[in-house]
T-cell receptor
Framework: RKEVEQDPGPFNVPEGATVAFNCTYS??????FFWYRQDCRKEPKLLMS???SGNEDGRFTAQLNRASQYISLLIRDSKLSDSATYLC??????????FGAGTRLTVKP | ETGVTQSPTHLIKTRGQQVTLRCSSQ?????VSWYQQALGQGPQFIFQ???????GRGNFPPRFSGLQFPNYSSELNVNALELDDSALYLC??????????????FGPGTRLTVL
């Protein structure tokens, strides 16, 4: 099993759609979880941290299920500017962040 | 902009050569992590430096080595380059030894091509 696995995508959705990404991780001792966004040929940028109770930031909602070792990201009312690759990130040890391969999203007019 | 800078932006080397990549961390950050990102993949953790000491290493051979300087800038050195070393090399800075639990700010990366 890969350390961090994501939906392979790509996801092609119309503007205004709701889209959900899933991610599973193998290390049950992991304590920190993040979603990063990476635009084409750019560096990853933090989208949001994922907290145990779930958290929301505007149109974005992140959920964590420790029992199933599963993280999700929900994007509501998709915008053209949401088109990017979304990377699930889990800390493996205290200083070792493991990235998923990413899920590519294209939002179309 | 994150305030993390990397140089050079692009680099072309031939197999067997050596390369040094540089990273300046964000002001106030004392931890630098290096990642290799192959095309279509997520970044892979190479190693992390905290206060000039290596503070964790991923599954990369010893020909990948690094340094951190008193001003917290860092270098990644790769010896005996192989074709598979062609990738985007990212550095990320953060605050504190527990870099894995804190937000990391990435630089724009150095794109290395090995011919």
């Amino acid at each position: 099993r890969k350390e961090v696995e994501q939906d392979p995508g790509p996801f092609n959705v119309p503007e205004g759609a709701t889209v959900a990404f899933n991610c599973t991780y193998s290390n049950s001792a992991s304590q920190s979880f993040f979603w990063y966004r990476q635009d084409c040929r750019k560096e990853p940028k933090l989208l949001m941290s994922v907290y145990s109770s779930g958290n929301e930031d505007g149109r974005f909602t992140a959920q964590l299920n420790r029992a199933s070792q599963y993280i999700s990201l929900l994007i509501r009312d998709s915008k053209l500017s949401d088109s990017a690759t979304y990377l699930c990130v889990v800390n493996y040890n205290n200083n070792d962040m493991r990235f998923g391969a990413g899920t590519r999203l294209t939002v179309k007019p | 902009e994150t305030g993390v800078t990397q140089s050079p932006t692009h680099l072309i080397k031939t197999r067997g050569q050596q390369v040094t990549l540089r990273c300046s961390s964000q002001s106030g950050h004392n931890t630098v992590s290096w990642y290799q990102q192959a095309l279509g993949q997520g970044p892979q953790f190479i190693f992390q430096y905290y206060r000039e000491e290596e503070n964790g290493r991923g599954n990369f051979p010893p020909r990948f080595s690094g340094l951190q300087f008193p001003n917290y800038s860092s270098e990644l050195n790769v010896n005996a380059l192989e074709l598979d070393d062609s990738a985007l090399y990212l550095c990320a800075s953060s605050l504190g030894a527990a870099g894995g639990t804190r937000e990391q700010f990435f630089g724009p990366g150095t794109r290395l091509t090995v011919l």
